[in-house]
């Protein structure tokens, strides 16, 4: 297991702190919880390495203001 440290911006941060809220609120009756690191956890570990690739590709394409049919051949 490898184990990260990240930091994300606050608002990103508070978004899932709200989710875990919401999540806990509406399965409340389950007795099951989640923090907000966990869900955040979640939400990454349901990447694979094509996803994060054409993530980081249109992040790229956005950033440089390349047209949005012009897709880097070295990257699927």
Same mark, same amino acid.
């Given at each position: 297991? #490898?184990?990260?440290?990240?930091? %994300? $911006?606050?608002? %990103?941060?508070?978004e899932?702190?709200?989710?875990?809220?919401? #999540?806990?609120? &509406?399965f409340?009756d389950?007795?099951?919880? #989640?923090?907000?690191?966990?869900?955040?956890?979640?939400t990454?570990?349901?990447?694979?390495a094509?996803?994060?690739?054409a993530?980081?590709?249109?992040?790229? &394409?956005?950033? &440089?203001?390349t $047209?949005?049919?012009?897709?880097? $051949? %070295? #990257?699927?």
């Amino acid at each position: 297991m #490898i184990t990260l440290n990240l930091q %994300v $911006p606050e608002t %990103v941060a508070a978004e899932s702190y709200q989710a875990a809220d919401d #999540i806990n609120k &509406r399965f409340r009756d389950t007795g099951a919880s #989640i923090d907000a690191k966990g869900l955040m956890a979640f939400t990454l570990v349901r990447h694979d390495a094509d996803d994060v690739c054409a993530q980081f590709d249109l992040a790229l &394409r956005l950033v &440089r203001g390349t $047209p949005a049919d012009a897709f880097n $051949p %070295v #990257i699927k």
